[in-house]
């Protein structure tokens, strides 16, 4: 019993230094293709409100409602090879009907429709408000997916020429508010309780 008590508290202590312990310090031990990223999002702004030994999180900083740095990166080829990094968070409900055209537009982008949110994951902020930039510009109707594929490209180019970029500067609409979508029930209470009776039946009959 004492044992366990020990081991309980000894993890306590674990996770009271790790939530005190610096991003810039826990990112030394990272590889360079996640670390340099994670360094950027340090500079712009500060040390992550979380820190674990794979993850920092910062919290309502910039335009987001949160931006991760993971030490797992992930290699994507569009629109030149590159490690997703960085990923950038806003609340924003996409109609069902945009997700798989969006997905094609860019594997980066996520969308998660239950908790009405929507992300991109890059090598930085820049890209990623590129990525959601041309995400909103496809759900209101501006641009298809290949247009967007096609937008995405020159922009980036734009920037290795040193000429303006609009779409990586900033978002250029408002992020939403209470746009989670929760669905729509299938299944009634009645629906349930005839289920648990016919389950009560199959275990009588097998008994």
């Known amino acids: 019993m004492l044992g366990s008590q020990v081991g309980t508290n000894t993890q306590c202590y674990e996770r009271f230094l790790m939530s005190v312990r610096r991003g810039s310090e826990v990112i030394k031990n990272w590889p360079e293709d996640a670390r340099e990223p994670a360094q ?71 969308i998660k429709r239950t908790a009405g949110e929507a992300s991109a994951q890059c090598h930085d902020e820049e890209a990623n408000s590129l990525a959601l930039n041309l995400m909103h510009e496809m759900v209101t109707g501006n641009k298809t997916g290949q247009e967007a594929r096609a937008y995405y490209a020159k922009e980036f180019l734009d920037y290795r020429r040193k000429l303006p970029t609009p779409y990586m500067k900033e978002l250029n609409f408002q992020p939403q508010s209470d746009c989670g979508d929760p669905d729509q029930r299938v299944l009634s209470e009645t629906d349930l309780e005839r289920a648990r009776k016919e389950g009560l039946k199959s275990i009588g009959t097998s008994a």
């Open 40 to 110: 950027l999002v340090i500079d712009k702004y500060g040390e992550p409100d979380e820190v674990t030994e794979s993850l920092l999180t910062w919290h309502k900083v910039g335009s987001w409602k949160r931006i991760t740095a993971s030490r797992a990166v992930h290699l994507h080829n569009f629109p030149v090879p590159h490690w997703d990094a960085v990923e950038s968070v806003i609340d924003y409900r996409v109609p069902v009907e945009f997700i798989s055209p969006i997905v094609e537009f860019d594997g980066s982008v996520t």
